[in-house]
């Protein structure tokens, strides 16, 4: 199987909650690869010292200081999202229906998006008031 | 429209344990994630951290120790995520095993790096 079968097979079977599925397996994809790249630049500080400023020189950038706010938005969502399904797995399955489903993503994207918003404005903020140095 | 659950059961085993790794874990997560990103990225953010503020931080115990179990926990719970998304689209009983020992590598090289560099950092002299 290819992964563009799969991914169809994913896009088929439509609603809310598989779209839930999807995104946390993205956004969760997303974080570990950035998680990687920060535990190895975060090591740097010890191991080469001077390619540390390096590396917090190139986060300092706009487009990173861009892909950072999305990070955010993905932290944000994995763990809403992680903590709905850990509800419903471990604590209290009779919640596994579809109604219930359905409606506690939309409520999942409502709080990430009510706790994104001001952090996003935040760094955005921040990001704004280094343009140019 | 109705829906019919069922329970089932199911077989204890590494996936098992794996299965509920991700939800034990990720309650840890949650909380050791979003208070490192509240205050390294929106509270202090990146144009004020530098080798200065990593010796202020570091200096004593409490954060090397938080940074050393949001490392353990996260980094783990990603790889252990990484496998489990990759193995639906590896479906060789041989393909799977090497999947896992690759991730088992990465995980073991970050994991021992990122650990040494938290617990032997010293700040620069001067």
Known sequence: MSFKTASEGYVRYQGLGNWAFVLHRLTGLGVILFLIIHVLDTAAVYFIPSLYVDAVALYRSPVFGLGEILLVLSIIYHGLNGLRVIYFDMINPDMWTIEINRKSVIWTWVITLVLWLPAAVVMGSHILEHLGG | ?126
């Open chain 2, 1 to 126: 429209m109705t829906t019919q659950t069922k329970r089932v059961e199911v077989p204890q085993g590494w996936e098992a344990f794996a299965w509920k790794w991700m939800r034990y874990s990720g309650v840890l997560i949650f909380i050791l994630a979003w208070i490192h990103v509240l205050i390294q990225d929106i509270l202090v953010g990146v144009y004020q951290i530098d080798t200065s503020y990593v010796a202020a931080r570091w200096n004593g115990g409490f954060w090397r120790v938080y940074d050393f179990l949001l490392l353990f926990f996260a980094f783990s719970h990603g790889m252990n995520g990484t496998r489990q998304v990759l193995a639906d689209y590896i479906h060789s009983e041989g393909g799977r095993r090497a999947l896992n020992w690759i991730l088992l590598i990465l995980w073991a090289i970050v994991v021992v790096v990122g650990t040494i560099t938290i617990f032997a950092f010293t700040p620069p002299a001067g």
